[in-house]
Protein backbone atom coordinates (compact mmCIF):
# COMPACT_ATOMS: atom_id res chain seq x y z
CA UNK A 1 0.00 0.00 0.00
CA UNK A 2 1.64 3.40 -1.09
CA UNK A 3 2.21 5.72 2.01
CA UNK A 4 0.06 9.17 1.48
CA UNK A 5 2.00 12.68 3.09
CA UNK A 6 0.01 15.25 4.34
CA UNK A 7 1.65 18.63 3.75
CA UNK A 8 -0.57 20.99 5.83
CA UNK A 9 -1.38 24.76 4.27
CA UNK A 10 -0.20 27.05 7.13
CA UNK A 11 -2.52 29.47 4.99
CA UNK A 12 -4.95 28.28 7.93
CA UNK A 13 -2.93 29.14 10.90
CA UNK A 14 -3.11 31.97 12.90
CA UNK A 15 -0.61 33.79 11.85
CA UNK A 16 0.19 35.74 15.15
CA UNK A 17 1.70 32.58 15.67
CA UNK A 18 2.96 30.43 12.86
CA UNK A 19 6.34 29.51 14.01
CA UNK A 20 4.39 27.63 17.31
CA UNK A 21 1.11 26.44 14.74
CA UNK A 22 4.54 24.81 12.59
CA UNK A 23 5.72 22.86 15.81
CA UNK A 24 2.41 21.44 16.66
CA UNK A 25 2.06 20.58 13.02
CA UNK A 26 5.26 18.67 13.23
CA UNK A 27 4.05 17.02 16.21
CA UNK A 28 0.77 16.11 14.74
CA UNK A 29 2.72 13.75 12.39
CA UNK A 30 2.63 16.22 8.97
CA UNK A 31 4.90 15.24 6.04
CA UNK A 32 6.22 18.92 5.28
CA UNK A 33 5.02 22.38 5.31
CA UNK A 34 3.14 24.16 2.71
CA UNK A 35 3.65 27.51 2.37
CA UNK A 36 1.33 29.46 0.24
CA UNK A 37 3.25 32.54 -1.04
CA UNK A 38 0.69 35.24 -3.13
CA UNK A 39 1.86 38.48 -4.62
CA UNK A 40 -1.65 40.12 -5.06
CA UNK A 41 -0.91 40.38 -9.15
CA UNK A 42 -0.87 36.57 -9.88
CA UNK A 43 -3.04 35.49 -7.72
CA UNK A 44 -6.03 38.15 -5.96
CA UNK A 45 -4.43 37.61 -2.55
CA UNK A 46 -0.99 38.60 -0.62
CA UNK A 47 0.78 36.64 1.95
CA UNK A 48 3.90 36.10 3.13
CA UNK A 49 7.43 36.69 1.60
CA UNK A 50 11.14 35.49 2.09
CA UNK A 51 12.14 37.13 5.31
CA UNK A 52 8.75 35.52 7.23
CA UNK A 53 10.03 32.16 5.84
CA UNK A 54 13.71 32.67 6.89
CA UNK A 55 12.03 33.63 10.53
CA UNK A 56 10.27 30.24 10.44
CA UNK A 57 12.71 27.95 9.35
CA UNK A 58 13.94 27.57 13.39
CA UNK A 59 10.71 25.91 14.22
CA UNK A 60 10.51 22.88 12.24
CA UNK A 61 12.96 20.20 10.68
CA UNK A 62 10.64 19.10 8.06
CA UNK A 63 10.94 20.10 4.27
CA UNK A 64 9.26 23.54 3.57
CA UNK A 65 6.93 22.78 0.55
CA UNK A 66 7.04 26.56 -1.18
CA UNK A 67 3.97 27.12 -3.38
CA UNK A 68 4.74 30.29 -5.63
CA UNK A 69 2.01 32.18 -7.08
CA UNK A 70 4.13 35.03 -8.41
CA UNK A 71 4.48 36.76 -11.54
CA UNK A 72 7.36 36.97 -12.46
CA UNK A 73 8.61 34.14 -10.15
CA UNK A 74 12.23 33.00 -12.10
CA UNK A 75 14.58 35.79 -10.19
CA UNK A 76 12.69 35.35 -6.73
CA UNK A 77 13.94 31.73 -6.61
CA UNK A 78 16.93 32.19 -5.16
CA UNK A 79 15.69 34.63 -2.21
CA UNK A 80 13.16 31.63 -1.56
CA UNK A 81 16.04 28.85 -1.36
CA UNK A 82 18.04 31.48 0.93
CA UNK A 83 15.01 32.11 3.16
CA UNK A 84 15.14 27.74 3.56
CA UNK A 85 12.84 26.02 1.10
CA UNK A 86 13.09 22.61 0.36
CA UNK A 87 10.45 22.15 -2.11
CA UNK A 88 10.11 25.25 -5.12
CA UNK A 89 6.70 24.65 -7.04
CA UNK A 90 5.82 27.23 -9.71
CA UNK A 91 3.41 27.87 -12.07
CA UNK A 92 4.35 28.36 -15.70
CA UNK A 93 2.23 30.93 -17.08
CA UNK A 94 4.84 32.93 -14.76
CA UNK A 95 7.86 32.62 -16.45
CA UNK A 96 8.94 33.09 -19.66
CA UNK A 97 11.06 29.67 -19.86
CA UNK A 98 10.20 26.73 -17.63
CA UNK A 99 13.14 24.84 -18.48
CA UNK A 100 15.47 27.63 -17.42
CA UNK A 101 13.43 27.90 -14.41
CA UNK A 102 13.70 24.35 -13.21
CA UNK A 103 17.39 24.31 -13.97
CA UNK A 104 17.79 26.83 -11.95
CA UNK A 105 16.10 25.54 -8.73
CA UNK A 106 18.29 21.91 -9.62
CA UNK A 107 21.19 23.96 -9.65
CA UNK A 108 20.39 25.41 -6.38
CA UNK A 109 19.79 21.49 -5.35
CA UNK A 110 16.34 21.95 -3.79
CA UNK A 111 13.32 19.51 -5.30
CA UNK A 112 11.52 21.17 -8.06
CA UNK A 113 7.45 21.11 -8.81
CA UNK A 114 5.14 22.44 -11.32
CA UNK A 115 2.00 23.77 -10.67
CA UNK A 116 -1.32 23.74 -12.84
CA UNK A 117 -4.32 25.81 -12.41
CA UNK A 118 -7.62 23.71 -13.11
CA UNK A 119 -7.61 25.45 -16.22
CA UNK A 120 -4.55 24.56 -17.54
CA UNK A 121 -3.95 21.77 -19.48
CA UNK A 122 -1.11 18.93 -18.50
CA UNK A 123 0.22 19.82 -21.91
CA UNK A 124 2.05 22.43 -19.98
CA UNK A 125 3.96 20.07 -17.96
CA UNK A 126 4.32 17.34 -20.37
CA UNK A 127 7.59 18.10 -21.36
CA UNK A 128 9.25 18.47 -18.20
CA UNK A 129 7.84 15.33 -16.39
CA UNK A 130 11.03 13.72 -16.34
CA UNK A 131 12.66 16.76 -14.86
CA UNK A 132 10.64 17.28 -11.88
CA UNK A 133 10.30 15.87 -8.50
CA UNK A 134 6.40 17.07 -8.33
CA UNK A 135 3.37 18.11 -9.98
CA UNK A 136 0.85 20.44 -7.91
CA UNK A 137 -2.68 19.85 -8.81
CA UNK A 138 -4.85 22.50 -8.24
CA UNK A 139 -8.26 21.62 -7.42
CA UNK A 140 -9.69 24.76 -6.60
CA UNK A 141 -8.32 28.30 -8.49
CA UNK A 142 -5.20 29.84 -6.54
CA UNK A 143 -5.94 32.79 -3.98
CA UNK A 144 -7.63 31.96 -0.68
CA UNK A 145 -8.08 28.53 1.52
CA UNK A 146 -11.53 27.17 2.10
CA UNK A 147 -12.68 27.16 -1.65
CA UNK A 148 -14.90 24.40 -3.09
CA UNK A 149 -12.97 21.02 -4.53
CA UNK A 150 -13.32 20.97 -8.81
CA UNK A 151 -13.42 17.42 -9.01
CA UNK A 152 -13.34 17.88 -12.63
CA UNK A 153 -9.59 17.86 -12.46
CA UNK A 154 -9.63 14.70 -11.41
CA UNK A 155 -8.77 12.82 -14.95
CA UNK A 156 -6.06 15.25 -15.12
CA UNK A 157 -4.37 12.92 -11.79
CA UNK A 158 -5.64 9.75 -13.84
CA UNK A 159 -3.70 10.79 -17.12
CA UNK A 160 -0.60 11.92 -15.02
CA UNK A 161 -0.73 8.76 -13.00
CA UNK A 162 -0.86 6.56 -16.62
CA UNK A 163 1.95 8.63 -18.05
CA UNK A 164 4.38 8.17 -14.98
CA UNK A 165 3.24 4.25 -15.00
CA UNK A 166 3.91 4.09 -18.69
CA UNK A 167 7.22 6.12 -19.12
CA UNK A 168 8.31 4.86 -15.67
CA UNK A 169 8.90 8.69 -13.99
CA UNK A 170 9.39 9.58 -10.31
CA UNK A 171 7.99 12.44 -10.09
CA UNK A 172 5.14 12.80 -7.32
CA UNK A 173 1.34 14.11 -7.60
CA UNK A 174 0.52 16.53 -5.27
CA UNK A 175 -3.23 18.04 -4.62
CA UNK A 176 -3.91 21.28 -3.48
CA UNK A 177 -7.70 23.35 -2.61
CA UNK A 178 -10.96 22.02 -1.19
CA UNK A 179 -9.26 18.56 0.36
CA UNK A 180 -11.60 17.21 3.00
CA UNK A 181 -12.23 13.59 4.28
CA UNK A 182 -13.82 13.00 1.24
CA UNK A 183 -12.06 14.73 -1.47
CA UNK A 184 -9.16 13.42 -0.32
CA UNK A 185 -9.99 9.88 -0.70
CA UNK A 186 -11.24 10.88 -4.71
CA UNK A 187 -7.71 12.25 -5.19
CA UNK A 188 -5.75 8.88 -3.65
CA UNK A 189 -7.71 7.01 -5.67
CA UNK A 190 -7.02 8.61 -8.69
CA UNK A 191 -2.78 8.54 -8.15
CA UNK A 192 -2.15 11.49 -5.85
CA UNK A 193 0.86 10.92 -3.58
CA UNK A 194 0.73 14.15 -1.60
CA UNK A 195 -2.47 16.13 0.09
CA UNK A 196 -2.42 20.03 1.17
CA UNK A 197 -4.61 20.73 3.03
CA UNK A 198 -5.56 24.09 5.27
CA UNK A 199 -8.88 24.03 6.57
CA UNK A 200 -9.31 20.62 7.18
CA UNK A 201 -6.36 20.25 9.01
CA UNK A 202 -6.54 23.34 10.89
CA UNK A 203 -10.48 23.83 11.74
CA UNK A 204 -12.21 20.53 11.56
CA UNK A 205 -12.79 18.32 15.16
CA UNK A 206 -12.00 21.65 17.08
CA UNK A 207 -8.66 21.76 15.10
CA UNK A 208 -7.47 18.30 16.31
CA UNK A 209 -4.29 18.74 13.83
CA UNK A 210 -3.46 14.78 15.03
CA UNK A 211 -6.66 13.77 13.95
CA UNK A 212 -7.18 15.25 11.21
CA UNK A 213 -4.09 14.66 9.69
CA UNK A 214 -4.51 10.56 10.30
CA UNK A 215 -7.63 10.53 9.20
CA UNK A 216 -6.46 12.16 5.79
CA UNK A 217 -3.97 9.73 5.84
CA UNK A 218 -5.98 7.09 6.38
CA UNK A 219 -6.69 4.85 2.54
C1 LIG B 1 -4.93 28.12 -2.50
C2 LIG B 1 -3.71 27.58 -1.79
C3 LIG B 1 -3.99 26.37 -0.96
C4 LIG B 1 -4.97 26.57 0.15
C5 LIG B 1 -5.58 25.28 0.51
O1 LIG B 1 -4.55 29.16 -3.28
O2 LIG B 1 -2.72 27.23 -2.75
O3 LIG B 1 -2.77 25.79 -0.48
O4 LIG B 1 -4.38 27.13 1.29
O5 LIG B 1 -6.54 25.52 1.47
P1 LIG B 1 -7.84 24.60 1.68
O6 LIG B 1 -7.33 23.28 2.15
O7 LIG B 1 -8.58 25.37 2.69
O8 LIG B 1 -8.54 24.51 0.36
ZN1 LIG C 1 -0.89 26.00 -2.17
Not at 41 to 65: A, M, Q
Not at 84 to 107: K, Q, S
Not at 119 to 132: C, G, Q, R, S, V
Not at 159 to 178: A, M, P, S, V
Amino acid sequence: MKKIQISPSILSADFSKLGEDIKRLEESGADMIHVDVMDGHFVPNLTIGPPVIKSLRKYTKLPFDVHLMIDPVHKYIKDYIDAGADIITFHPEATNNVFETINLIRLLKRKVGISLNPNTDIHAAKEHLDKIDLILIMSVYPGFGGQKFIKEVIQKIKDLDQIRKDKKLNFKIEIDGGIDFETSKIAIDAGVDILVSGTTVFKENNGDLKKNIETLKKI
